[in-house]
């Protein structure tokens, strides 16, 4: 009983404490020696790993650009041919050059939203990919940029992890669902498949998460609807 006022304490102060902005947030606490949080280690690592690695292999995935590459740890169990990683945050960024500056098949770039200008599709790769990102762009004109870029960058895929539902801001995560969004804005990108967490969110926050993955695909008369890989990833 008392653990679970504490809880509904703890939230309510979060709630109504003053968030510095996405940007802000993120590489103050990088900059404090935080990192890309419990999503990016253990298990639920593990699994992402797997699944990323099994869906290259599997559509042919030649290259990837990542919105939000975070410290790098998670990158370093994946097997992108090719990867450009792009972070709000300068020391996210520099962590993962430092990391990887011997590693020919990665580039790394300072992402600013306002700044972000591609007409050319030079920022472009076979899949674009969004890892336990959405629900920490808490302004309405973030969210809104972000998909675009998102969905500009991809030739052919887009893979998004997140919890696909409506939710109040509680601090730095404020819950948003992507598929509406994309409906009403991307109608030619189709969901291809739902891969979910089989790691159900339960008492243990660092391996246990409520968050599943999305895999966009470009619409194609060529492709029937519904049709493609079905491969489960546990």
Request: with cysteine.
């Amino acid at each position: 009983m008392f653990n679970r006022i504490l809880a509904q304490y703890v939230r309510l102060k979060l709630r109504f404490r003053r968030f510095p902005g996405s940007r802000n947030y993120w590489e103050s606490r990088y900059q404090k020696g935080g990192n890309s949080g419990h999503g990016s280690y253990n298990q639920l690592a593990g699994f992402k790993s797997k699944v990323m690695n099994a869906l290259v292999t599997e559509l042919g995935i030649a290259s990837v650009i990542e919105f939000g590459c975070g410290d790098g740890n998670q990158l370093r169990t994946m097997h992108y041919p090719r990867f450009i990683g792009l972070d709000v945050s300068p020391t996210a960024v520099q962590l993962c050059i430092e990391q990887f500056k011997q590693d020919r098949t990665k580039s790394f770039f300072l992402y600013a939203p306002e700044e972000f200008h591609d007409p050319l599709g030079v920022m472009q790769a076979d899949m674009s990919i969004s890892l336990d990102v959405l629900y920490h762009l808490i302004e309405d004109h973030v969210f809104a940029r972000y998909m675009q870029h998102l969905f500009a960058a991809a030739k052919r895929y887009v893979v998004i992890y997140a919890r696909d539902v409506d939710d109040t801001q509680l601090y730095h995560v404020r819950y948003r669902s992507h598929s509406a969004h994309i409906a009403q804005h991307y109608p030619e990108w189709e969901l291809l498949r739902h891969i979910p967490s089989p790691f159900t969110f339960d008492r243990d926050p660092m391996n246990t998460s409520n968050v599943d993955f999305y895999l966009y695909r470009r619409r194609s008369k060529m492709l029937r609807p519904g049709a493609g890989p079905t491969h489960t990833y546990r």
